[in-house]
């Protein structure tokens, strides 16, 4: 299950999430082989659907930062139990991406349709929650219990996140706390317990372990803000999902707050309507709206204020194997804001 062993990586172009995750080329081709052989696990009637919800065209952050966090060599190869914890997070998040798209009535998804659109929402609901058994089932494979009730727990907080917002679409009375916690919760707490986890298997000291969840944590929030503006100011074919699903499915993230915030009274009211699904949703209206009233600037400022203090929590740990490849990451994010503009 091991992939041989990696050459010395060469310097990581601070461009693309695909330049950092060259890094971690025999690990992800461990992971791929790992869930290509969990596939046999699934009944043979839906065995085809999980194929297709394990593919490898995304960008898997969760399980490079898995990886990274558990670090200690160039020369060291993917232990089974690092390939197995990123195999679980993995399966996690495309629970919650299939769950996502139903309630978003999202068309594509990694430039393909989605498994809704593909086999509709009620057969692609179960599909998300066989995903999620299967991978708490890995979960619990691990001798200590500390995996099954780290997952476990985060699973359970990331549902909470996705029912949270899913009450609160078609509302126009949610608060910048209300969306901090929701973004918290749905996609930051699955990047904490991947850095967690990793630096935990990887046998680092528990100092890192905490700064390493820290750090995750941090890194997740400023990656769902970034989404949430490439919602609006990214290009579908480089995004590779359905552009504006955040005002057309009523859902209020931090542009649309911050927009709705600066709108004179009669506009706002236009664009409550079409939050709440009573008038047709104008995307591109809204877009230069938020150009014209500096929402752009304002959110990439919210981006840089989480990832400060990610890049403070690896910079207490100088020296330590993983660091160097943990502190491109908010790099890469700050040159995929850049690309937006």
Known sequence: MTAPAAATPPPVPARDFAGVFARVAPHMAALDSFLRGQLEAFEPEIRAMADYCIDTSGKR???????????????????????????VVELVHLATLVHDDIMDEAEVRRARPTA?????????????????????HLAALFPTTEVCRAVSESTRRVCAGEIMQTLRRRSVSITRADYDRVIDLKTAELFRVSCALGARLGGHPDAFVADAARFGRHLGIAYQIYDDLADFFGREHRIGKTLGTDLASGKLTLPLLLLRDRLAPTERKTLDEELLGQALPRLELRLSQMEQLGVFDDVVAEIEAELAPAEAALARHPGLAPIEHLAALPRVLRAQVAALR
Not at 116 to 136: I, N, T, W
């Open 61 to 87: 952050i969760r399980p490079a930062l898995v990886f990274f966090s558990g670090w200690q060599s160039a020369a060291s190869t993917p232990s089974r139990d690092l390939v197995q914890v990123a195999a």
């Open 116 to 136: 809704s659109r593909q086999y509709g929402p009620a057969a692609a609901v179960l599909l998300g929650d066989a995903l999620f058994a299967h991978a708490l």
